[in-house]
């Protein structure tokens, strides 16, 4: 059985040789330049790259495909067609209204039209030779994605492991809120390392000063990221850039330029300001734009926090413009008051608004934990839970939680579904990291 995913740049040798072998892109050429790897699926089988498509966006309403192929050994296996269905679906996400797709071949253009609806509106003069060498021109054929069926051809997809993000410490709670809440970096790391013990694949920290109160220092930072990673360097580490107290950008992104084995795999990046119980949290444009452009300038992948549908539209604003790459890990946080409130139908929703092939992870704040992290594992969604979020074990807030107990509870709940509590080497191949 095949899959398809994003390419990844040491996939661009391979998918030329598959273009070379059906004569029908010389690249680069005029007509394409380069393969943008950020826009483009391959199909994959056994660990082979069989098959490759490419799309573009020309406008926010208006998509374009650009080049489609399958090796010949393996045609007849849908793979075209379930190429197709996925870069049409990737546009559809990402807003597009309609899609534009030229071909000079009849046998292709009758494809087009048969599956998926197209119309021919037009004819475009070959800026230079290659395809069918008896055609001189383009056909230009349009389609519009609203009402287009795609589940048809896209492969079925298997219920997927569970990643279980472990939000530790957060910037609000003090020991006098639980006695269990780590707040030295040892205690930090230690926390860090029993959960991960217990299925927790992704870590995210927080720091606190000598006075155990919140702080941007890097240095604190850089004493938790280094005792973890002395016992357990796959597990991934994630760090906050908050503007909840910190208020200058420049030291909320101080984290971002550690080196080496301090570097964090991943940082939070919260795409919109709101209001929280007793404090406004404030992110403003340019704020979000300069830090998604160290954690992309510095390879740390951004952890999307999305507190309202707002942000997810947002999101689509910064992967147009380059900020943010396809695909995004994303984090949903329901149920704190002035933010979507913790209920089904918001993620219904949300999931219906994400950009393509999300990596979705749901937090539910308080005592929504347990119900949101139900959902999230029936759902096919990934789990973000931890003391940051959730202080007790039960509804009524009577019992105190470790942040074990609530890894333990993720794992009871994914085994009664079904779901296999994913590793982190496991994590890391699913973020892409």
Avoid at 191 to 216: M, N
Avoid at 228 to 234: A, F, L
Avoid at 350 to 377: C, E, F, H, N
Wanted: glycine share 6%; charged share 25%.
């Amino acid at each position: 059985m095949y899959s398809i995913r994003y390419a990844k740049e040491g996939d661009v040798p391979k998918i030329l040789d598959i273009f070379k072998n059906y004569n029908m892109h010389l690249i680069p050429s005029p007509e394409m330049p380069e393969i943008n790897v950020k826009f483009f699926f391959v199909a994959e089988m056994e660990g082979s790259i069989v098959g490759a498509a490419g799309f573009k966006i020309l406008s926010p309403e208006v998509g374009k495909t650009t080049l489609l192929a399958v090796s010949p050994t393996f045609s007849g296996k849908g793979i075209g067609l379930a190429l197709q269905a996925k870069r049409l679906q990737a546009l559809r996400e990402l807003g597009c209204e309609k899609v534009i797709t030229n071909a000079d071949r009849p046998k292709t253009i009758r494809w087009y039209k048969k599956h998926f609806g197209y119309r021919q509106v037009g004819t475009i003069k070959k800026i230079h030779s290659f395809g069918d060498p008896q055609v001189d021109h383009w056909t230009t054929l349009e389609a519009e994605l609203k009402d287009m069926n795609l589940s048809t051809y896209l492969p079925k997809p298997q219920a997927p492991p569970v990643i279980i993000n472990a939000a530790l410490t957060g910037a609000v709670h003090g020991r006098e809120n639980n006695r269990y809440l780590p707040l030295t970096p040892r205690e930090i790391a230690n926390d860090a390392l029993k959960v991960a013990s217990q299925g927790a694949s992704v870590v995210h920290l927080h720091a606190r000063d000598h006075k155990e109160k919140p702080t941007s220092n890097p240095s604190v930072f850089k004493e938790i990221i280094q005792r973890i990673r002395e016992k357990n360097p796959d597990l991934i580490i994630c760090t906050s850039t908050t503007g909840r107290w910190e208020k200058y950008q420049e030291a909320r992104a101080a984290v971002l330029f550690l080196e080496g084995d301090s570097k964090p795999d991943m940082a939070s990046l919260t795409l919109g300001s709101m209001n929280f119980p007793k404090q406004a949290n404030v992110n403003a444009p340019d704020t979000i734009r300069y830090l998604a452009g160290i954690m992309k300038e510095r390879k740390i992948k951004p952890e999307t926090e999305v507190f309202d549908l707002g942000m997810l539209d947002y999101a689509r604003f910064l992967i147009r413009k380059e900020y943010l790459d396809l695909p995004l890990y994303s984090n949903t946080l329901l149920g704190s008051l002035g933010t979507l409130a913790a209920r089904e139908h918001n993620l219904e929703i949300i999931r219906s608004a994400l950009p393509p092939d999300t990596i979705w992870s749901i937090t539910g704040i308080g005592r929504y934990q347990r119900r949101m992290v139900k959902w999230a594992v029936q759902n096919g969604a990934h789990v973000r839970v931890g003391l940051e979020d959730n202080l007790y074990l039960d509804e009524q807030r009577k019992v105190f939680a470790s942040n074990l107990d609530l890894i333990r509870n993720v794992c009871e709940i994914a085994e009664a579904y079904g779901r296999p509590v994913a590793s982190a080497k496991e994590a890391r191949k699913i973020i892409g990291l």
